[in-house]
């Protein structure tokens, strides 16, 4: 079930969505989770405040999935290191190898990671957000927020999973040149944990700004899980319904990410090429506009998208779309039918110093 809230009352939300059966067991979430609102309502006097479901008592946001953790360490790199960016990108493009330190420390992998911050500063869907004085660049990251309908104290995962009351999509602002959440939103429907559970690994996202999607994201491998994550929480603490935790960005979730590269592509005059383009920082720090031809980086491997050194992927590919992140395309299989698959171009592209490049090929000046 799903609910909302209407003049500052929780009303349940009717869209025609889950599959029109009810029991027991997920009567009795609904009617927690609807508790948990009821008892927890936002400022109605703040304007950015009163859509909100609820108001948080308290805010843990967690960093679950390896991928956000690795591509947004590059991205940052690349945002204000790009000479180390630079040679990093070299060496990927010559060996294919993640680099090392940009991924999570050990304890990573131990236990769940989490940082605590305002719970007062959440604001409603379609609120307006204005840069800080002092922030250059206001990011996004797209998340899952669970909030707790039963208190908890020293839980095991399975005691804290079904503790969780509901679910709400979460964005977590935040100020990258000073790296620091600023703020956060939540959507205005928060929906039954009975209704996300089950597909918690297969769940799709979009970041949408100003109208326009820039990403579109899976949650994909999760290093914990929430019950895992939420457990950890309450080692040694008391935890409340109505307290709010994050999952941490899905992988794509996050604009830092893609800060590496922003790609356009096009074909050549006899569509012989699929070219792409990016303006690549030189070890000079100048910039320069280039292109390479995609064909000598994806193979078309049994009606699948793979990166491989001269691949020439369109003598049997064709209907290729592309958002600047991944590109796809329908593809022939060995079986005679078309297959569309995709693939993400930051997972081979590289800059050369100041080129574009793939598996040691170096693209040329963009002419036009």
Known sequence: MKFHRVNNEVVELHNGGGDGTSTSSN??????????????????????????????????????????????AAGMTQLYRPVIANIVNLLFGLTGVDFPFFKPHALWYEQPIFYQSNHLAFYA???????????????????????LGKPLFNASPEEATAAIAGF??????????????????????????????????????????????????????WQFTIGEAIAHASKGT???????????????????????FQYTIKTNTDCTALLVRADCDTLAFERRATQLDLNYCIANLDGQLVP???????????????????????CLGQDGNGWKSTVRLNDFLCNDDGWISCFGRRGEKTLD
């Not at 869907?125 to 909030?147: I, M, N, S």
């Not at 491989?308 to 796809?328: A, L, N, R, V």
């Open 27 to 72: 009567k009795a979430q609904a009617h927690g989770l609807f508790k948990v609102l009821q008892d927890n309502p936002p400022d109605a006097s703040d304007p950015l405040k009163r859509a909100l479901p609820f108001q948080p008592r308290s805010y843990r946001d967690f960093m679950l999935f390896e991928r956000h953790y690795y591509d947004a």
């Open 125 to 147: 869907d379609r609120a307006p957000v204005h840069y800080p004085k002092y922030c250059e660049y206001l990011d996004v990251e797209l998340e899952l927020g669970a909030v």
């Open 168 to 221: 709400c999509v979460f964005n977590d602002f935040s100020a990258r040149n000073v790296q620091m959440a600023e703020m956060s939103c939540i959507s205005s429907a928060v929906v039954s944990a009975d209704e996300i559970l089950p597909r918690i690994n297969d769940l799709t996202g979009r970041v949408v700004i100003n109208d326009k999607t820039v990403s579109e994201c899976k949650t994909g491998r």
């Open 238 to 260: 008391r935890l409340y319904p109505g307290e709010f935790f994050g999952s941490g960005t899905f992988p794509g979730g996050a604009g830092v990410e893609r800060a590496r």
């Open 308 to 330: 491989q050194k001269d691949g020439y992927f369109t003598t049997s590919c064709i209907e290729w779309t592309t958002d600047g992140i991944d590109i796809g395309a329908k």
